[in-house]
């Protein structure tokens, strides 16, 4: 026969039932709930706790320790990794912001990427190259649009 859970949760029920409305997070929702069952005495043992949320039994485990170290804001802390740094950062990015900025521009990706790898010694993949500056700087290749070699000056301008 599985023990009982021992644990002192400090919010009342009202609180938990308020918070666990409140919460747009998933994940921080079973937690919540988890601790609504404690508080309500819905649940008794982390073995049901554990069938109830569809969650195991070491994952209630650490759920509770965090609750019992730091409280309901130990416990509703999602960490999250910072993944990896970005290829094109820092003083790089605003030289190519700048130069981005030049009304000559670059003629291709392909040039921006032969640019990032003459100037600032970044072997840079294209594809990184164009998401970088199409998503992420928003901008766009500073190209004029092809004309004919028959079409006169003059006319051009006056249009």
């Known amino acids: 026969m599985p023990r009982p859970l021992r644990i002192d949760i400090c919010e009342s029920e009202d609180t938990l039932k ?3 409305r409140q919460q747009s997070s998933g ?18 043992t982390r073995m049901e706790l554990a069938t109830l949320t569809g969650r195991g039994e070491s994952t209630v485990y650490r759920w509770i320790k965090l609750y019992k170290s730091g409280g309901l804001q130990a416990m509703l802390e999602i960490p999250t990794s910072p993944g990896k740094p ?7 990015l605003e030289k190519l912001k700048a130069r981005l900025a ?11 990427q032969q640019w990032l790898l003459d100037e ?19 901008a766009k290749l500073k190209v004029p649009r092809p004309r004919s070699r028959k079409t006169e000056e003059a006319q051009q301008q006056a249009y």
């Open 18 to 20: 308020r918070l666990l």
């Open 27 to 44: 994940r921080r929702k079973e937690r919540l709930q988890a601790l609504y069952w404690l508080k309500s005495g819905q649940v008794t």
């Open 86 to 92: 970005p290829m094109i950062g820092g003083e790089v």
């Open 102 to 112: 030049d009304p000559r521009g670059f003629e291709s990706y392909g040039a921006i």
């Open 120 to 138: 600032c010694g970044l072997d840079v993949p294209y594809k990184t190259v164009h998401q970088t500056v199409h998503y992420r700087l928003k």
